[in-house]
């Protein structure tokens, strides 16, 4: 039954959404939850109104005030969540990412080469993924990476193989300094991971923390800015020491600068050479925040489309900036824009 039809003429529409949605109301452990609940279900303000409340909180108090609490069934006891876990996961990414795009930089840009350095990032969002929290299915248990092989974490890993592989070996332009900052993105996805359990973390503190849905989405709208501007800048940090690395091992012929190692590292990019990554760590964090916040499906797209948007305009023959600000970028600015209305919902963090 759904939102629009439950509420349809009865006496007691609390009763029917309380029957509906009983399941919810046992289980949780404030009014909060269910709020977020209703929400996710399709139940709104008007929903509220017709029972006779002044939103979907106000209706989540009653529902679970009348129905009694139902501990959960016992299961497998998860280890708490510490930030040690985070970071072992953030390096795990990072180390899974970084060599297969070196390897692929020194090689050259041939297919057999981009073959094997794709497996191990079309696997890394399966991989790096947190257990479930249910119990998984015979002979796989919680925790193991069989069990979070699913078509979403594949598709998701596609797109992330294809935007750190691919457009390096496009012809035209600064190679070398091309490949430097696609290396430097491939360690970034490190960052990325850190910052999308950060973001989850913080989420569901929020809701914790919040005694309304209004004054939840309040305490996150912030939130999503400063994860961004986070990941920036550790990509910012990455590239420009992987230009300065370059600077050294690779120098450009002609006469030497007074402004040291920092006055090279800055010569190697131009400002269109630094939009790509900018719009390439865009591209790598919002499908990892997505997923972590449980919208797998969404984060496979967005990669996936991001991908297709910037490969697609270097194989008609545009130079790589354009391909990141015109494809990339606008696949981009359209995931952002889905990320912030999803991301501020409280069923994404219970």
Known sequence: MSGATLLGGSADPVREVMAEHRELCERAVD???IAAGLEEAGLGRDAAARCRHADLFSLAEEL???????????????????GGAAARAALTAAALAAPPCAGAAALGPRWPVLLCAAVPLVLLPALTAPPPAEPAPPGAGPGRP????????LGHGLGLA??????????????????????????????????????????????????????????????????????LAVLGVLSFAALAVLAVVAPRPGPGHGGGLLHLAAERAGPAQWAGPGVLGLLLVLPVLLARCGRATAA??????????????????????EAWLLGGGTVAVALLAYAGAVLGRAGSYR
Request: no cysteine.
């Open 64 to 82: 679970y005030a009348r129905v009694p609490r139902r501990p959960p069934v016992p299961g497998p006891v998860e280890p708490p969540r510490t």
């Open 162 to 231: 294809a935007l750190l592989l691919l457009p390096p070996a496009a012809p035209g332009g600064d190679r070398p300094s091309a490949v430097a900052l696609a290396v430097a993105a491939a360690v970034s996805v490190g960052a990325a991971e850190r910052t999308a359990r950060w973001y989850r973390q913080v989420g569901r503190g929020h809701l914790g923390a919040a005694g309304t849905l209004a004054g939840f989405r309040a305490r996150m709208r912030p939130v999503l800015p400063v994860a961004l501007a986070l990941h």
């Open 300 to 321: 496979a797209a967005g990669a996936s489309a991001g991908a297709a948007a910037v490969l697609g305009p270097l194989a008609l023959g545009r130079s790589a900036p």
């Open 146 to 153: 069989g069990a979070r092989l699913r078509p979403a974490a």
């Open 31 to 33: 009014p909060l939850e």
